[in-house]
T-cell receptor
Framework: GAVVSQHPSRVICKSGTSVKIECRSLDFQATTMFWYRQFPKQSLMLMATSNEGSKATYEQGVEKDKFLINHASLTLSTLTVTSAHPEDSSFYIC?????????????FGPGTRLLVL | QQQVKQSPQSLIVQKGGISIINCAYENTAFDYFPWYQQFPGKGPALLIAIRPDVSEKKEGRFTISFNKSAKQFSLHIMDSQPGDSATYFCAASIDQAGTALIFGKGTTLSVSS
């Protein structure tokens, strides 16, 4: 099946620094990628929708200047958490829209655990 | 975002039993209803999905039942196994892949051996 990777799988950083998370579709082209955030024992909350070559669409309450999204190619989207603070610590998951046979669906990455000290 | 309500929050089932998780939605424009399985520290994995023109879909031990008039859908796991212990999320979207998924709050399933 379609594979989506994320890098890094976990990262620890100091408060005030920036962290970049990569999301790649390994065997298919994804015109649309999504970024979700998940707190412990909670559901996935959509942060933004990323379309290749255009600006991301952010959900209400998500600061676009803090969570920078770049979708430079059909296989790569990046999320940069700028000036990270402890409350940004979370599990960040991306998904990519792709087609497997006749079925088009969303495939999720393995997630990135961010801990801000 | 339109809400997708999922129940129960947690479920304990004996090995070999049937696990049933229910979801209800509000937005009649939703036309794609997937279920995802998530293990701790991992991303969600697509388990099975259904569209509103079908009332039931079965793949192996997993079955989705869909009631369009009641705006409800459920996941049935037959012959539940300890390896099925995970968190299950129902979701809905308007477009199968092009729009974001709205997730339920999740159900933590524990299958006792």
């Amino acid at each position: 099946g379609a594979v989506v990777s994320q890098h890094p799988s976990r990262v620890i950083c100091k408060s005030g620094t920036s962290v970049k998370i990569e999301c790649r579709s390994l065997d298919f082209q994804a015109t649309t990628m999504f970024w979700y955030r998940q707190f412990p024992k909670q559901s996935l909350m959509l942060m933004a929708t990323s379309n290749e070559g255009s600006k991301a669409t952010y959900e209400q309450g998500v600061e676009k200047d803090k969570f920078l999204i770049n979708h430079a190619s059909l296989t790569l989207s990046t999320l940069t958490v700028t000036s990270a603070h402890p409350e940004d610590s979370s599990f960040y998951i991306c998904s990519a829209s792709g087609r497997e046979g006749y079925q088009e669906t969303q495939y999720f990455g393995p997630g990135t655990r961010l801990l801000v000290l | 975002q339109q809400q997708v309500k999922q129940s129960p929050q947690s479920l304990i089932v004996q090995k070999g039993g049937i696990s049933i998780i229910n979801c209800a939605y509000e937005n009649t424009a939703f036309d794609y209803f997937p279920w995802y399985q998530q293990f701790p520290g991992k991303g969600p994995a697509l388990l099975i999905a259904i569209r509103p023109d079908v009332s039931e879909k079965k793949e192996g031990r997993f079955t989705i039942s869909f009631n369009k008039s009641a705006k409800q859908f459920s996941l049935h796991i037959m012959d539940s196994q300890p390896g099925d212990s995970a968190t299950y999320f129902c979701a809905a979207s308007i477009d199968q892949a092009g729009t974001a998924l709205i997730f339920g709050k999740g159900t933590t399933l524990s299958v006792s051996s």
